[in-house]
C-alpha cells in the first residue's frame, strides 16, 4: 500500500514536471520546433537520461532568435552525447556527471577517455574534473594533454578543489602568455600525488606571437 | 609540398620553411613558468588569495579596461562557496533544501542594465536583473541554485551575451557563443 502511495506520488510528480517543461517550450518554440524537440525530449525521458539540459538548450536558442531547424539539430546532438556520456561513464553516472560528460564528447574527446577517467575513480563524483577538461579544452588545449592531465590528476585522488585551483592557475597563465599545454602539464604536476616526472604528454609546441 | 615539389611550388615551399623558423626551444618557457609556481606557491602559503584580472574583453572595445567580471562566492566553479543570501526573487530555480544561494557580479561600467540568464531561469533576460553593488561599476545579484552543473551567462544592455569571464567555459556552443558552468556539489555517490 505504501509502496502504491511513494509510486503514484512519484508519476504524479513526474507528470507535473513534463507539463512545467511542456508549458515553458510551448511559450518559446514555434508549433513545428516545439513537435521535434518534444520528440526528442520524450526519447530522453524513455531512457532516464536528464531532460533539463535539452529544454534548456532549446530555450537559450529560443532565446538568442536561433531559428528553428538550428534548435531542433542542437537539441539532437546533445541528445546523442547525453547517451554517449552514460554509456562511457556507466548506468550509475550521476546526472551531473552525465551532462558535463556529454560536453566533453561534444569537445571532441572519444568516449575511451571518459571511460578511463572513470575507471580511475569508480565512486566519487566526476562532474567537477569533467568540467574542468572541458573548460581547458576550450581554453586551446591540446586533447591529448588535457585528457592526460585530468586523468593522471584524477589517479591521484585530487580533490575537487584541486581541480578548480589547476584550471584556475591555467587559464592565468595562458592570459601571461604561456602556452596552453605547457601550462597544463606544468600546473597538474603541482597537485599533490601526481609524479611530477609522470610523462603527462608529448612537450607540446611553443605557441607564436 | 616537400622534395617532390616542381619548380612553380619551390619559392613556396622556401616561404613556408622561414616563416617556420627554427626549431621551438621550450626550456625558457618551461623554466619561467616553474619559477611563477613556485613563486606563487609561496604567496598561497601566506593564505593570499589573489583576485586577479582576466582576459580581455577584445570584442567590445568600451569594456576594455573592465578587465574582468567577477562571481562572488562562486569563484572558478563555485564548489564549497556559496553566500547563505537570501535569493532574489524573479529566479525560477527550485528552492529545494539542497539549494545553495549563489552570487554572481559583473564589472560593466558602460552599462545600463545587465542580467544573468542560464538554464536555471529558461534564459530569459527578463528574470534575472543584477542591481549596481557598489553604485557604479559592479553588478550583482543572488541566486538559490539546486545542487548540479548549470550553464549561464551575462546579457547586457539586453543585447550582447558574454560568458562569465572568471568562470569555467561551457564547451557546447550551440548558437555561436560560449556560456559559462557552475558547479553546486552534489550529493556524493556512495
Known amino acids: ?209 | 609540398m616537400s622534395d617532390s615539389a616542381d619548380d612553380s611550388e619551390r619559392p613556396f615551399v622556401r616561404a613556408a620553411a622561414a616563416l617556420r623558423g627554427a626549431p621551438a626551444d621550450h626550456s625558457a618557457e618551461i623554466f619561467a613558468l616553474q619559477q611563477r609556481i613556485r613563486a606563487e606557491s609561496q604567496t598561497h602559503a601566506l593564505g593570499v588569495v589573489e583576485l586577479s584580472t582576466r582576459r580581455p574583453l577584445a570584442r567590445h572595445p568600451w569594456w576594455l579596461g573592465i578587465a574582468a567580471a567577477v562571481v562572488a562566492f562562486a569563484i572558478g566553479i563555485g564548489v564549497g562557496r556559496g553566500s547563505d543570501r537570501t535569493a532574489r526573487a524573479g529566479n525560477s530555480a527550485a528552492n529545494g533544501q539542497n539549494d545553495r544561494a549563489i552570487a554572481f557580479a559583473f564589472v560593466a561600467p558602460g552599462a545600463h542594465n545587465v542580467s544573468l540568464v542560464g538554464d536555471f531561469n529558461g534564459w530569459d533576460a527578463h528574470a534575472t536583473p543584477l542591481e549596481r553593488a557598489d553604485g557604479r561599476t559592479t553588478w550583482s545579484v543572488a541566486v538559490r541554485l539546486p545542487p548540479g552543473r548549470h550553464v549561464y551567462a551575462f546579457v547586457i544592455d539586453g543585447v550582447t551575451w558574454m560568458a562569465d569571464p572568471q568562470g569555467p567555459l561551457a564547451p557546447e556552443q550551440w548558437f555561436g557563443q560560449r556560456n559559462s558552468v557552475i558547479v553546486i556539489p552534489e550529493d556524493r555517490r556512495s
Request: glycine fraction near 6%.
Open chain 1, 1 to 209: 500500500m505504501r509502496i502504491s502511495i511513494i509510486v503514484g506520488c512519484a508519476v504524479l510528480l513526474a507528470g507535473q514536471r513534463a507539463h512545467a517543461q511542456d508549458a515553458r517550450l510551448r511559450s518559446a518554440l514555434d508549433p513545428e520546433t516545439l513537435a521535434k524537440v518534444t520528440r526528442l525530449t520524450d526519447s530522453a525521458r524513455a531512457e532516464s537520461l536528464p531532460i533539463e539540459p535539452l529544454v534548456g538548450v532549446a530555450l537559450e536558442g529560443a532565446q538568442r532568435h536561433a531559428a528553428g531547424p538550428r534548435i531542433t539539430r542542437a537539441v539532437q546532438d546533445y541528445l546523442v552525447a547525453l547517451r554517449g556520456a552514460r554509456a562511457a561513464l556507466g548506468a550509475e553516472a550521476s546526472p551531473p556527471e552525465i551532462v558535463s560528460g556529454a560536453g566533453v564528447l561534444l569537445a571532441g574527446i572519444p568516449g575511451s577517455v571518459l571511460k578511463q577517467i572513470r575507471s580511475s575513480q569508480p565512486h566519487r563524483s566526476l562532474t567537477v574534473p569533467l568540467v574542468v577538461l572541458a573548460d581547458l579544452l576550450a581554453r586551446g588545449v591540446p586533447k591529448d594533454t588535457a585528457s592526460h592531465a585530468i586523468e593522471a590528476a584524477t589517479r591521484a585522488n585530487a580533490r575537487d578543489e584541486d581541480f578548480t585551483a589547476l584550471r584556475r592557475q591555467v587559464e592565468q597563465d595562458i592570459v601571461a602568455g604561456a602556452s596552453p599545454a605547457t601550462a597544463t602539464m606544468l600546473r597538474v604536476r603541482n597537485i599533490n600525488g601526481v609524479p611530477a616526472a609522470e610523462p603527462v604528454a608529448p612537450l607540446p609546441a611553443v605557441r607564436r606571437p
